[in-house]
């Protein structure tokens, strides 16, 4: 029997890249119209580093979503190698940051700040475990003599399994993973490592944005692998396990700057990431799991109460845009121009 519509208690978005700015009054909405709550990533070109600049920068956020004054954007600190502990332990206790976000250095877009090597946030790190702050980690190895397609696997066996194993209690978000190896990973450990999956990971393979010419709007880092690699990431979805939960990872670049000689990464889903969510488990035949991954597992895990509110998605046809936002910031958004089978109502 075809199931024409659902109703869920209201969804989380534990990963968002909102910008800032301009860029940010562009597309802030899209997120604040579908999820009560959101984990904002610190990686501007200036990374927010203190609780003072987190505040400020949440401030901005709240007002650029005013149409949705229930959304609210939960703040995250841009580990460097000589942030201080206390600075993080001030935050959190403020209520200022809720997480710490782990960036290789020049991992991915506004990261050269990042940690060089994970030894020298250590301190930090011992800090967050004995708080009970949650480490949010860009899992990748980024060295000259490592393939891109291996840089996941490469970072769980140089950097994840050392650190659980010397902090076994630090709870770690290992974010937007793309591999079998992660999943299994993650499966296998304890229930102090949780993962994000974003849908575009869970819709596409390499083959995407490589045959036929290169898709620059589908290039992303991490790198969309191997089928096998989106199968595994797929069943780990739809499995109803507590360790996965949604993370978009919607990530808006201007057209000029995603169609150019060196094409920056990112994928922009806000628009209609449910929509594709739910399309997924409806084609996993797994509608009966879709709370528990986008409305459920994630406050579980932070340890935030689960939200009051409650969306509709339905059986409904529509077409993406072909374009959002206007002149040098518009954006090309994902899947432009095709249909999608599922439409959020929204009162």
Aim: charged share 20%; proline share 5%; with cysteine.
């Amino acid at each position: 029997m075809t199931v024409e519509s659902i109703i869920i208690t209201q969804p989380d978005d534990w990963h968002v890249h909102l910008r800032d700015g301009e860029m940010l009054q562009q597309v802030a909405n899209y997120t604040a119209r579908q999820f009560g709550r959101a984990i904002i990533m610190p990686n501007l070109p200036v990374p927010i580093t203190t609780a003072v600049m987190a505040a400020a920068y949440r401030e901005r956020i709240v007002q650029a979503t005013q149409e949705h004054s229930n959304f609210q954007p939960l703040m995250t600190a841009y580990l460097t190698d000589t942030i201080e502990p206390q600075e993080i332990t001030t935050g959190f206790a403020s209520g200022v940051f809720t997480a710490a976000k782990l960036y290789p250095a020049n991992a991915t877009t506004n990261s050269a700040a990042g940690v060089s090597h994970i030894k020298k946030i250590y301190p930090v790190l011992e800090t967050m475990q004995d708080i009970g702050m949650p480490l949010l980690v860009h899992g990748e190895v980024v060295s000259d003599d490592i393939d891109i397609f291996d840089r996941e696997a490469a970072f769980i066996d140089q950097t994840m399994l050392p650190l659980l194993k010397d902090m076994p209690e630090l709870k770690v978000v290992f974010e937007h993973i793309t591999t079998k190896d992660a999943v299994d990973f993650v499966t296998e450990q304890g229930d102090n490592l949780a993962a994000t999956i974003t849908v575009h990971h869970l819709q596409i393979n390499r083959n995407d944005i490589l045959v036929g010419g290169i898709k620059p709007h589908l290039y992303c880092l991490p790198v969309a692998k191997r089928e096998l690699h989106r199968l595994a990431l797929r069943k780990a979805a739809t499995s109803g396990s507590a360790k996965f939960f949604l993370g978009t990872d919607t990530a808006p670049h201007a057209i000029g700057d995603k169609e150019s000689a060196c094409g920056c990464a990112g994928i922009f889903s806000a628009p209609h990431a449910l929509e594709n969510y739910v399309q997924v488990f409806d084609e996993e035949q797994a509608l009966d799991q879709f709370e528990n991954f986008a409305s459920k597992n994630g406050p579980v895990f932070y340890g935030l109460p689960v939200n009051q509110g409650k969306i509709t998605l339905k059986r409904e046809s529509q077409q993406v845009q072909d374009r959002i936002g206007q002149d040098h910031l518009t954006i090309s958004p994902y899947k432009a121009g095709e249909s999608i089978p599922w439409r959020l109502l929204v009162e």
